[in-house]
């Protein structure tokens, strides 16, 4: 720091410190909440690229963007989900409570398994979308992606023997994702992980305490998801960075991620589902159905939110349902409008996120289109720059009914070697 | 015994690519391979317990991604991962490395040459203009200059319209490029011996060209011209080694009812009447089809398993003629640990990539002196990468594999034929000069494969070693590739075609050659063309 003199003359000279050199952060409440493994993650964050997720900050890459999504689909990487919101809801009344709060049977959730689960309004929108792990009987953790206080309090209206308790702080959280998962825990010691299936649980002794591990993950890919005491976190860090030295362990950010889980076809807050309790508009959030999600939706359940108005969406069908295209020619499709025709006269849909799939080497998107109109010649109008020009295009686009990349590790137990 | 459609002599990855579309296209293909393994130049092969050596080819980013993805080769087990981070040695032991970001890389130049620091984005720019121009032709037939059918006239008014947009200043500079030499070619924009060197490595790669020779900027510009996703320039490596492109395509060749037979060295075409018949394998069992299509070299295809009397006048002293003249060698190594390399700082990205043991130019235009004496350099150039580093399946886990390519390395010695004792001595040359830039590098040695043109040649096939199937200097690219007259994929002889890389647009894993040559047989057959056109980058 070539800068330090000159700036120590400075301050000799005034007697008031700059604000950058106080002694009390007057800036304190601007920074953002760090997460337990955020010394590590910010000595290898090379490019100082952060963001902000529910009040943590949180690294849109690292390193570079390419490079950390084909390590989730060639090596292996760690995603910090300290900041996705956990909460610990147990009591005989939980199974009750979750179960009338999301729209799936919670009933049929074993002990030691994890569901993805959605949750609505009485009128059928989307409030969130999370997993549920069943811990034990009568104890669920429910994950989501945004806080989720407000409405547990009004979920466990009139449930008397049941608590939830906000344990997103107390929780250090890595999404460890990638075909080299396994090898790596292995050799962590973790015996037996590579017979945990699909959306299992199991827990392991570690640095005196335990730590969950559940083979869930938001990529697609072989993954799992650590769980530990938040100040076990650089300890879980350092061990499995230790391990995962030989297998490419890399940590990566939200834009990989948002890779990722467009080629698994998931969907994300604020880019496919507008989160109805924050929803300004009427009919600017979305219903289960229209976001593809009509599975998560179990109607031989006799009472949960949202029911009656999603018997009738289904009755009635979506106006608008999320599909996946793939689309001609290389230029992301981001922000597109969709027509029927390639003169562009029928609008009937638009992207809601495109990317350039490396991986099947595909033009790809999710897009809210009418559901009428799915058979049909599907255009999309592409505007992008090519060299600060402003250029458009009109490309055809193809109806794609799974999931553009499912390797078949990603079901596979025990998992293949590599 | 079975008549087929077509026969294909040879699974390199362009025989596997023409297999896969003719049979997609609804053909009975066989494809006959004389190895007991398929891939010819773009394999892996394991070597030595758990090390799977890409024994010839090391890196892709020609592969044409629109065959990727329209044979599902992705489905089929294949999946490509750009790798970052090379590091370039120069004589005095000092370094260049290539930084991912732009900034880390702009200061790194800058530490040696503000000048070229500067220089080094319009070389990008320029680089990348001419690629562009290249890449539309990759996917498709050459025309005929001389003919006056429609096609051919589309065609040529497509190359002469797409030149034309260039306008006239960037048309003369185009033409430059191809006669002129690629250290010339970099004179132009560099001050900085070092920096000139290290550009100048793409132009000699696989050529029996120097860095001075007329030509060899082509070279260069061949080497860059790929991509990886959309990359330009960038290089990437198949998960699983090179053989997993091969064997992806051998995937989709079998999906649409192909079948491949290895073990079955073709001995000749049977030709009668001026029409091929099939042809006989060196065991002697004859194989009858109405089409055969050769994979290998334009030289081996006609002076090897041809009659002379069985082409028209010409063509035999053409291909004797054909310039295929090896230069290249390979050292495969399998190493228990990451070498450390002086001046390399030791961390996942950047001691993890490629390297290029260089020298200055001068080294570059030595090592090129003893190859045209008939000798090997004892101060070569080495492009090396750890394919390990970045791909999981390929060594044991803590373990890496190193492939060295180097130029040179001659065809045949001044001092008699190849002996396996001057082939060790070529391989320790090769180690030596990477101990100077890694001490302690040959403790790490496990197992080593040593590859001189004379292997290369016996057990892929390619005529003197040549790793393009042909030299790729103007005389025989585009609509000369193999020979003029030739460019179309037909050969002398009825129903008789080639799709390897003797055919354009020339030699690397592209699949292009291949893909080209179904699409001709197709049309021939009146079948609708199944072959998609390249993807455009340029819209
Ligand atoms: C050492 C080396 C390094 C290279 N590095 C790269 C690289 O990094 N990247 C890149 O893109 N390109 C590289 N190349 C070039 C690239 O590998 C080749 O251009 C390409 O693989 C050629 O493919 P092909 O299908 O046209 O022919 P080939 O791979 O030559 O296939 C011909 C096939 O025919 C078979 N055959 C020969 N004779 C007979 C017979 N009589 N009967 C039956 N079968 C026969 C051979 O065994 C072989 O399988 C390299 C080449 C070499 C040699």
Redesign the pocket.
């Given at each position: 720091m070539t800068t330090k003199p000159s700036m120590k003359a400075f301050t000799e000279q005034v007697t008031e410190l700059p604000p950058g050199l106080s002694p009390v952060d007057n800036y304190a409440g601007e920074r953002l909440m760090t997460s337990p493994f955020h010394e590590r993650q910010a000595a290898l964050n090379l490019r100082d690229s952060w963001e902000a997720w529910n009040g943590y900050k949180f690294a849109n890459h690292y390193y570079d963007v390419e490079y950390e999504y084909i390590c989730i689909r060639n090596l292996c990487g760690t995603y910090d989900i300290t900041p996705m919101q956990k909460y610990l809801i147990e009591g005989p009344d939980a199974e009750a409570m979750l179960n009338r709060m999301v729209t799936r049977d919670v009933n049929k959730l074993k002990v030691g398994r994890v569901t993805y689960c959605c949750w609505c309004t009485d009128e059928g929108r989307m409030i969130d979308d999370g997993t549920i792990f069943k811990l034990d009987e009568g104890r669920y953790m429910l994950t989501s992606g945004s806080p989720s206080n407000a409405w547990l309090r009004m979920a466990a209206f009139g449930f008397e023997n049941v608590t939830y308790v906000d344990k997103t702080d107390d929780i250090g959280a890595l999404s460890f994702q990638g075909p080299m998962t396994c090898e790596v825990l292995k050799k962590m010691g973790f015996e037996g992980i590579d017979t945990l299936k699909p959306f299992g649980i199991m827990h392991f002794p570690f640095a005196g305490d335990t730590i969950m591990i559940s083979r869930t993950g938001f990529t697609g890919d072989l993954g799992y998801e650590l769980w530990i005491t938040a100040d076990k976190g650089l300890e879980l860090w350092d061990a499995l960075y230790e391990a995962g030295a030989d297998y490419g362990i890399q940590p990566y950010g939200e834009a990989a991620t948002s890779m990722a889980r467009l080629e698994a076809g998931f969907i994300l807050p604020y880019v496919e589902f507008a989160e109805s309790l924050k929803t300004v508009h009427f009919k600017h959030d979305q219903t289960p159905f229209e976001l593809g999600l009509g599975w998560l939706v179990d109607f031989k359940k006799p009472h949960f939110s949202g029911r009656a108005a999603l018997l009738e969406e289904k009755k009635r069908g979506p106006g608008y349902v999320l599909t996946k295209i793939e689309i001609e020619g290389n230029k992301p499709a981001e922000e597109s409008h969709l027509y029927r025709d390639k003169a562009c006269r029928k609008e009937i849909g638009w992207v809601t996120s495109a990317m350039w799939s490396p991986v099947v080497k595909s033009n790809i998107a999710l897009a809210m289109i009418q559901p009428k109109y799915l058979s049909g010649d599907i255009w999309a109008e592409i505007s992008y720059k090519k060299e600060m020009k402003p250029r458009w295009k009109i490309a055809k686009c193809t109806v794609v009914d799974k999931p553009f990349y499912t390797p078949a590790r990603a079901k596979a137990t025990p998992p293949p070697k590599f | 015994m079975k008549h087929y459609d077509a026969i294909i002599?040879?699974?390199?990855?362009?025989?596997?690519t023409n297999g896969a579309y003719l049979a997609k296209a609804g053909l009975d293909v066989l494809v006959?391979?004389?190895?007991d393994y398929?891939?010819?130049?773009?394999v892996s092969r394991e070597m030595t317990d758990g090390y799977w050596y890409s024994?010839?080819?090391?890196?892709?980013?020609?592969?044409r991604q629109v065959i990727h993805r329209d044979l599902n080769l992705t489905r089929h087990g294949l999946m490509l991962v750009p790798y970052l981070g090379t590091a370039a040695f120069g004589k005095q032991g000092e370094t260049m490395l290539s930084y991912t970001a732009e900034g880390p890389a702009y200061n790194e130049i800058r530490r040696i040459s503000q000048h070229d620091a500067d220089a080094m984005s319009r070389l990008m720019a320029d680089l990348e203009r001419y690629s562009t121009l290249i890449r539309k032709t990759l996917l498709r037939t050459p025309p005929d200059p001389t003919s006056f059918k429609p096609r051919d006239i589309m065609e040529l008014l497509f190359l002469a319209k797409t030149f034309w947009e260039m306008g006239e200043e960037q048309l003369y500079e185009y033409i430059r490029f191809f006669t002129m030499s690629a250290a010339e070619f970099l004179e132009d924009y560099f001050e900085n011996d070092f920096i000139k060197a290290a550009m100048a490595t793409p132009g000699i790669?696989?050529t029996a060209l120097g860095i001075y020779s007329p030509g060899s900027a082509y070279i260069l510009l061949h080497h860059v011209m790929?991509d990886v996703d959309g990359n330009i320039g960038a290089w990437g490596l198949a998960r699983g080694g090179?053989g997993a492109i091969s064997n992806a395509l051998a995937g989709a060749l079998q999906e649409h009812g192909g079948e491949i037979k290895t073990k079955?060295?073709?001995?000749q075409i049977m030709v009668k009447d001026s029409k091929v018949k099939g042809v006989v394998l060196?065991n002697g069992d004859e194989l009858t089809s109405d089409i055969v299509v050769s994979?290998?070299?334009a030289k081996?295809t006609f002076t090897?398993?041809m009659d002379q009397k069985d082409l028209p006048p010409g063509i035999y002293e053409k291909a004797n003629n054909f310039k295929i003249r090896g230069s290249?060698?390979?050292v495969n190594i399998a190493l228990s640990g990451v070498p450390k390399f002086t001046g390399v700082p030791d961390n996942r990205y950047i001691n993890r990539g490629g390297q290029a043991f260089i020298g200055g130019l001068e080294t570059l235009e030595r090592a090129y002196d003893c190859w045209k004496r008939g000798e090997w350099s004892s101060d070569p150039f080495i492009e090396s990468v750890i394919p390990s580093a970045w791909d999981p399946t390929v060594a044991p886990a803590g373990n890496h594999w190193m492939s060295n390519?180097i130029q040179y390395c001659p065809p045949k010695l001044a001092d008699g034929p190849w002996t396996p004792e001057k082939r060790d001595a070529f391989g320790q040359t090769v180690i030596d000069k990477i101990e100077r830039h890694a001490p302690g590098f040959k403790d790490l040695i496990v197992h080593m494969e040593v590859?001189t043109p004379h292997e290369?040649e016996n057990?892929?096939?390619?005529t003197e070693?040549n790793?393009?199937?042909g030299e790729l200097t103007i005389d025989q690219l585009l609509f000369n590739r193999p020979f003029p007259g030739y460019a179309q994929y037909r050969m002398p002889v009825k129903n008789m075609y080639m799709?390897?890389?003797?055919t354009h647009p020339?030699?690397?894993?592209?699949s292009a050659?291949?893909a080209n040559a179904a699409r001709e047989i197709l049309i021939d057959l009146k079948k609708p063309n199944t072959v998609p056109e390249d993807d455009c980058y340029d819209d």
């Open positions: - | 002599i040879g699974a390199g990855h362009n025989g596997l006959v391979e004389k190895n398929i891939g010819g130049a773009a024994s010839c080819s090391y890196v892709c980013s020609m592969m790669i696989g790929g090179m079955a060295g073709v001995d060196e994979n290998l070299d081996r090897k398993v290249s060698g390979k390519f590859r290369i057990e892929v096939g390619l070693g790793i393009f199937q799709c390897g890389s003797s020339g030699g690397g894993v592209s050659c291949g």
